[in-house]
């Protein structure tokens, strides 16, 4: 597997998206996966609010679906919510990079990731082709940031692997690659997370890919919480529903 990234000019608020990736993408082979920042996403959309104009507390409470009480570092605006299915910090609002201003999540970031899988198809006449936006997250117990995929197109985001035997001839019961997430992590290390100015790149020669048209929407990938094997800690925090009312969610 081959990454590559790409470097750009910074992008401005409300820039053409189209015009911005066409000018800066190199020429482009059949079967590529395209990464995107979903920050220069987000600016291009004009999903940035000045800082002086509301507190990051306010923010995380109008984007985030939930947040987890009491989860605020001393001396830090950083809390845990669910956003998109996601447990991320702060509702996914970054101040890096974002020149006195809080840049939000893509408004629909599966429509986005369509979107630019038909511009780029067209543009550039090719049929395999695949797109995926991603962010920084944090793991539990961990140290440090890693990519994580926000949004996919083109391609199957899961390798299975039930079935299929191990070294030893047995069939294997519930392992699958989760390709979408491990490509995000790839490319984000490649990519970087302060001055670069690299927010594109693009990845070829990738194991177990299928490309095809289908829609993809998060529940390929995302666990419900009553089924997830980490359940009785989930069942445990309090999350408040931050979309329908001031009650918490219930998991069973």
Known sequence: MRIESIKTCRVNAFQDLNQFVDAYLPTMSEESIVVFTSKVISICEG????????TKEKLIQQEADAIIANTKLPNEHIVLTLKNNLLIPSAGIDES????????????????????????????????????????????????????????WGFDPLFSYVGKPDLYGHPLRVTCINIVDAL?????????????????AVIKDVPHMTFNENLHVCHEVCIAPEEDLYQPLLKSLPLKDNKTSSQNFEIS
């Open 47 to 54: 999903r940035t609010v000045p800082k002086h104009s509301v």
């Open 97 to 152: 990079n974002g020149n006195d201003a809080y840049v939000l999540y893509p408004k629909d970031c599966f429509a986005s990731a369509k979107q630019l899988w038909s511009f780029l198809r067209t543009q550039r006449r090719i049929q395999k082709l695949g797109i995926l936006i991603t962010d920084s997250h944090t793991t539990p117990l961990r140290k440090g940031v890693t990519g994580i995929a926000l949004a996919w």
């Open 184 to 200: 995000a992590a790839s490319a984000a290390f490649v990519m970087g997370e302060g001055n670069e100015c690299t927010p594109l």
